[in-house]
């Protein structure tokens, strides 16, 4: 579903809105916000998209928006399995962190919601388009001091975690299907010497931006220019660190604030 709007809500509750938002996502319907018009709310638009596990895209002119439907056609066009969902089965020796858990960082940026009975872990993905590739980071915790992993852990190697994606194949209409199940393994290592792995740092810094410009737009909100400039440019700092080359115009948010913000080259 494709939600067109400025995202100012003229008659009624906000709020509202995300609940209807995540209705839709019960029901296993994907919702992609457009936003157009210099007053447009990102935060409320983010938001829609990220319970319908969807993507946010902002229309700067008329003339971009048949340009912009297109592009969303496409990606619509390349799906290769619905309601994708990512489960997790935690060991008893760890627990997911208590804020902001688990992120989608590719394609898009997403804060993922998740839902916790016991041990597991489930937080919904939605379509999965051919070709494209998720990536997802999870933030939780391992008491050193147990021994309480799950079957197949040895004492130099801890089995902290299953993962595995069930979902449903348009070709297979009813069923849910599932992945095999992937072991997260620790390795416990006495002279540990961190060993920076670029493709991990690169995910780690672009859910940092990310957040940085949520904080941002939360600050602009408030009246707090100073403090959503400052946050900004850490952004676009961050971003520098990620990709060692020009930085992009951090607007590609393309929220009015950041178009007068140019960050440097790195």
Request: a negative charge; one cysteine or more.
């Amino acid at each position: 579903m494709f939600l067109l709007t400025d995202g100012e809500n003229e008659h009624g509750s906000n709020d509202r809105c995300l609940k209807f938002a995540q209705l839709a996502a019960e029901y296993n319907v994907t919702l992609h916000t457009l936003g157009f018009g210099d007053a447009w709310n990102q935060d409320v638009l983010e938001k829609i998209a990220d319970a319908g596990s969807g993507t946010m895209t902002y229309i700067q002119d008329p003339g971009q928006a048949a340009e912009e439907f297109q592009w969303l056609l496409r990606r619509v066009q390349s799906v290769g399995l619905t309601d994708a969902h990512l489960e997790l089965q935690m060991a008893p020796n760890t627990r997911l962190a208590e804020f902001k858990p688990m992120a989608q960082v590719a394609p898009d940026t997403i804060e993922l919601v998740t839902q916790t009975e016991g041990n597991r872990v489930r937080a919904r993905l939605g379509d999965l388009m051919v070709g494209v590739e998720r990536a997802v980071l999870v933030n939780f915790y391992i008491d050193a001091t147990s021994n309480r992993a799950l079957p197949g852990s040895t004492p130099d190697r801890q089995v902290v975690a299953t993962v595995q994606a069930t979902y449903t194949d348009p070709q297979r209409p009813g069923a849910t299907l599932a992945s095999e199940g992937l072991a997260i393994e620790v390795q416990a290592i006495a002279d540990h010497r961190p060993k920076m792995d670029e493709e991990v740092q690169g995910r780690v810094l672009a859910l940092a931006k990310y957040r940085q410009t949520q904080l941002a737009e939360t600050k602009l909100q408030q009246g707090d220019t100073a403090g959503a400039a400052t946050l900004l440019q850490t952004a676009a700092k961050t971003a520098c660190n990620g990709r060692h080359q020009r930085c992009h115009r951090l607007a590609e948010q393309r929220h009015p604030f950041a178009n007068r913000y140019r960050p440097q080259r790195c």
